[in-house]
């Protein structure tokens, strides 16, 4: 009875994960989980509400609880900016997973991306505009996936606007400053 | 004598040029943040100054409380956010998963009959759940599940009773009407949505498009 009220039964659950993130790093995050039972499902912390199809649910206090009743399949759906951490050229993604039988992650980074590390190890393809990266795991054993890409420099990175407005407040100084000292000099040298 | 006066003006004008930079750079972003963005220095700052604008203790404890059972590299990221959009989330978030762990723990121990939580989505819903359908599928949630399920219909807030009612219409509007449909992921076209900076969402419960 303990163990009934202390934690959400999750018996013959399996959720597939699609994660595509962008150049940026911000993620969209769309798990389909088929069984039937209850399963915890903890969410980043910038998640408030995330869009769920075909399940009733609850909000807890690490995500939300979700109930997927017999046979069905179930969709949630969110957004979020922590799952993945630049760390000088190269990004990395970090997962938490929920207590399913077992899971499936596929992650999607974009198709420039170079992967440098997985944990555990993954399966890496290339489909369309992108290149992913899979992992099937049992959550018991891995309870959480991560994977470590670069992306190439100059493709399609973000400008930095401040750096771009200070580049050119240098070189209109220095343009500036070259043509005022010509033509003092060539005043000087004239007469 | 002139080269030097030459000399002497090129250096005075390059000064002038090299001051008129150290002056811009902070309004670059370069040197320090403008005033408006004083606080933008990481999710801890914005907690402190929370905590010291609005005395809103339970706010800081609960932000404490997720950071402490958030792994090292989310917390690194969390506390390095300088995007406010982020951080209001993340804010809006603590505050709902407050709520959510006081229930949690004020219900851990209630127990929740089906016939309970039936009566109650009956009441909300002003009309019969019909078939043994959803009876069986109470039947089988776990005991969590009921207790704040129930907790939520009889106790929240307006809003979260709210949500929760259209969220169960339409769950139990999908099952009659057999809608479920297997989610077809377009990655490219989530990535698309993601450039357009617009919210994903599940709108109507069918498809997922920017809202």
Not at chain 2, 74 to 99: P, Q, S
Not at chain 2, 110 to 117: E, F, N, P, T
Request: glycine share 8%.
């Amino acid at each position: 009875m303990l163990v009934v009220l202390a934690g959400p039964v999750c018996g013959e659950l399996t959720g597939s994960y699609s994660v595509v993130v962008d150049g940026n790093g911000t993620a969209v995050v769309t798990l389909v989980v088929t069984g039937l039972g209850t399963v915890n499902v903890p969410l980043p912390l910038d998640v408030k509400t995330p869009a769920v199809r075909d399940a009733l649910y609850v909000k807890v206090k690490n995500g939300v609880d979700v109930s997927v009743d017999a046979g069905g399949q179930s969709t949630i759906v969110y957004r979020t900016s922590l799952l993945t951490f630049t760390n000088g050229g190269s990004t990395l993604f970090r997962m938490e997973l929920p207590k399913f039988d077992s899971a499936n992650v596929v992650l999607y980074v974009p198709e420039y991306a170079e992967v440098l590390e997985t944990d555990p190890n993954a399966a890496i393809s290339h489909v369309g505009l992108s290149k992913s990266i899979v992992w099937t795991v049992k959550p018991s054993q891995y309870p959480s996936v991560e994977a470590e890409y670069a992306v190439q420099k100059g493709v399609e990175r973000p400008v930095d606007d401040s750096m771009l407005y200070a580049v050119l407040a240098v070189v209109a100084a220095l343009f500036v400053t070259v043509s005022a000292s010509y033509l003092i000099l060539r005043k000087s040298w004239g007469g | 004598m002139k080269a030097l006066k030459t000399t002497l003006i090129i250096l005075a004008v390059s000064f002038v040029f090299l001051l008129f930079i150290v002056w811009m750079l902070p309004y670059l972003r370069l040197l320090r943040p403008l005033p408006g963005e004083v606080n933008v220095a990481g999710m801890d700052a914005m907690v402190r100054k929370q905590c010291m604008t609005s005395g809103n203790e339970a706010f800081c404890e609960e932000f404490q409380r997720q950071m402490d059972e958030t792994d090292p590299q989310t917390r690194r990221i969390i506390t390095r956010l300088k995007d406010l959009g982020i951080r209001a989330r993340i804010a809006d978030a603590v505050v709902e998963r407050g709520i959510a762990r006081w229930r949690q723990e004020r219900m851990f121990d209630v127990v929740v009959s089906d016939r309970q939580l039936v009566d109650v989505i009956q009441s909300l819903l002003g009309q019969d759940l019909g078939d043994d359908t959803f009876r069986g599928e109470i039947a089988q949630m776990s005991m969590r599940f009921k207790g704040m399920l129930y907790d939520v219909l009889v106790n929240g807030t307006k809003s979260e009773k709210s949500e929760e009612e259209q969220h169960i219409r339409f769950y139990l509007a999908s099952k009659a009407g057999n809608y479920r449909k297997p989610f077809i992921l377009d990655v490219d076209d989530i990535r698309g949505l993601i450039q357009k900076g617009g919210n994903v969402t599940l709108c109507g419960q069918m498809e997922y498009y920017v809202c």
